[in-house]
């Protein structure tokens, strides 16, 4: 069985950093892109970025270069999402999903709320 | 790029067929046929229910059905049911590797 199991949640202040985990089992996790998506309270799904686990390839929406970075360590089938100086608007739901191809987001985590104060 | 546009809500009664439109513009919707639709229920992750326009992942109804048309994507769910209650959202490939989500429809199943 695919699944994708997401760190637990966070309640953070501005300016601190923060890494959140995503896990890959029940499939080749070398094999698929790992996507981003944020949902801010109350509001629709917005694209962050992929990582290719096989060789560490990422792309960023333009919308979120330069503010969050993508990585993963394939050693224990994990992709990460983390933020150096985290902002009040960064407060919102954060899902993984494995990527199939490049709209296709067919298995998701069950998301991690992040909370940051001001 | 800019969120694809979809209706903020429909709505429609048991056995009714609805049809929720996704209008993205020649640089994504119209240049691909990669849409895909998610369903939301409350507090729960996304689903995938149509992916490459048309095509229907194991396991979700027959009842859902996805097509394509110029810039606009549509998703049609036939046979409304109470289950089917929830927001669903259009996706787009946009070209450079980028990727773009309408702005949700929330369904309700009067």
């Known amino acids: 069985e695919v699944q994708l199991v997401q760190s637990g949640a966070e309640v953070k202040k501005s300016g601190e950093s923060l890494k959140i985990s995503c896990k890959g089992s029940g499939y080749s996790f070398t094999g698929y892109w790992i996507g981003w998506v944020r949902q801010m309270p109350g509001k629709g799904l917005e694209y962050m970025g992929v990582?290719?686990?096989?060789?560490?390839?990422?792309r960023y929406s333009p919308s979120f270069q330069g503010q969050v970075t993508i990585s993963v360590d394939k050693s224990i089938s994990t992709a990460y999402l983390q933020w150096s100086s985290l902002r009040a608007s960064d407060t919102a739901m954060y899902y993984c999903?494995?990527?199939?191809?490049?709209?296709?987001?067919?298995?998701w985590g069950q998301g991690t709320l992040v909370t940051v104060s001001s | 790029q800019s969120a694809l546009t979809q209706p903020a809500s429909v709505s429609g009664s048991p056995g009714q067929s609805i049809t929720i439109s996704c209008t993205g513009t020649s640089s994504d919707v119209g240049s691909y046929n990669y849409v895909s639709w998610y369903q939301q229920h409350p507090a729960k992750a996304p689903k995938i229910m149509i992916y490459?326009?048309?095509k229907r992942p194991s396991g979700v109804s027959n009842r859902f059905s996805g097509s394509k048309s110029g810039n606009t994507a549509s998703l049609t769910i036939s046979g409304l049911q109470a289950e089917d209650e929830a927001d669903y959202y259009c996706c787009s490939y946009a070209g450079s590797s980028t990727v773009v989500f309408g702005g949700g429809t929330k369904l309700t199943v009067l």
């Open positions: 490459d326009v048309s």
């Open positions: 999903a494995r990527t199939s191809s490049i709209t296709t987001f067919d298995y």
């Open positions: 990582i290719y686990p096989g060789d560490s390839d990422i």
